[in-house]
T-cell receptor, first 118, second 111 residues
Framework: EPEVTQTPSHQVTQMGQEVILRCVPISNHLYFYWYRQILGQKVEFLVSFYNNEISEKSEIFDDQFSVERPDGSNFTLKIRSTKLEDSAMYFC????????????????FGPGTRLTVL | LAKTTQPISMDSYEGQEVNITCSHNNIATNDYITWYQQFPSQGPRFIIQGYKTKVTNEVASLFIPADRKSSTLSLPRVSLSDTAVYYCLVGDYNQGGKLIFGQGTELSVKP
């Protein structure tokens, strides 16, 4: 069964450093997403991406964040200058489409990258 | 986007049927109701989705009354492995597929 993969599984960085989190979505999917989950809290939407551009983003997704699909298979989240409060689990997800049929818009989540900012 | 309210936690025993109700009083006409399951340290996993009446798949049923202001996820004969957090979401899939997760219901299944 196809699945979303994410690397690394755990990233430790110093405050102020740049990090890039990587995701490989399911190959025939067209919509890509990043979410984060601070330990013990709910999952929070960060950004959705379609056709090589951001389609929607939350207030969390400020100028420190950027996303890219550099090569047609990878989908990356970059945090330019990490802060302590960026420590969280970051989930990538993908969906076949964003239409009105459940088979299309079911989002498949990856296993997550745990980011620890020291 | 409509906001959802669901119980913070529920306890059950193996073999019982579990019903988790979610209220979404301000659901829009074109919003679908979706449930996700999340195990510790894993990404959420899609369980079921519906628009109205009843939907059933191999793992759950979803009951949606005519006014669509609430929905009930029904898990038949739960096992220990169903211990997880269950999220009810309403989403307008014409808005880029953004999912707004609520606090979720932490289901604990005991032997």
């Amino acid at each position: 069964e196809p699945e979303v993969t994410q690397t690394p599984s755990h990233q430790v960085t110093q405050m102020g450093q740049e990090v890039i989190l990587r995701c490989v979505p399911i190959s025939n999917h067209l919509y890509f997403y990043w979410y984060r989950q601070i330990l013990g809290q709910k999952v929070e939407f960060l950004v959705s991406f379609y056709n090589n551009e951001i389609s929607e983003k939350s207030e969390i997704f400020d100028d420190q964040f950027s996303v890219e699909r550099p090569d047609g298979s990878n989908f990356t989240l970059k945090i330019r200058s990490t802060k302590l409060e960026d420590s969280a689990m970051y989930f990538c997800a993908s969906s076949e489409a964003s239409g009105t049929y459940s088979a299309e818009n079911e989002q498949f989540f990856g296993p997550g990258t745990r980011l620890t900012v020291l | 986007l409509a906001k959802t309210t669901q119980p913070i936690s529920m306890d059950s025993y193996e073999g019982q049927e579990v019903n988790i109700t979610c209220s979404h009083n301000n659901i829009a006409t074109n919003d679908y109701i979706t449930w996700y399951q999340q195990f510790p340290s894993q990404g959420p996993r899609f369980i079921i989705q519906g628009y109205k009446t009843k939907v059933t798949n191999e793992v759950a049923s979803l009951f949606i009354p005519a006014d669509r202001k609430s929905s009930t996820l029904s898990l038949p004969r739960v096992s220990l492995s169903d211990t997880a957090v269950y999220y009810c979401l309403v989403g307008d899939y014409n808005q880029g597929g953004k999912l707004i997760f609520g606090q979720g219901t932490e289901l604990s299944v005991k032997p």
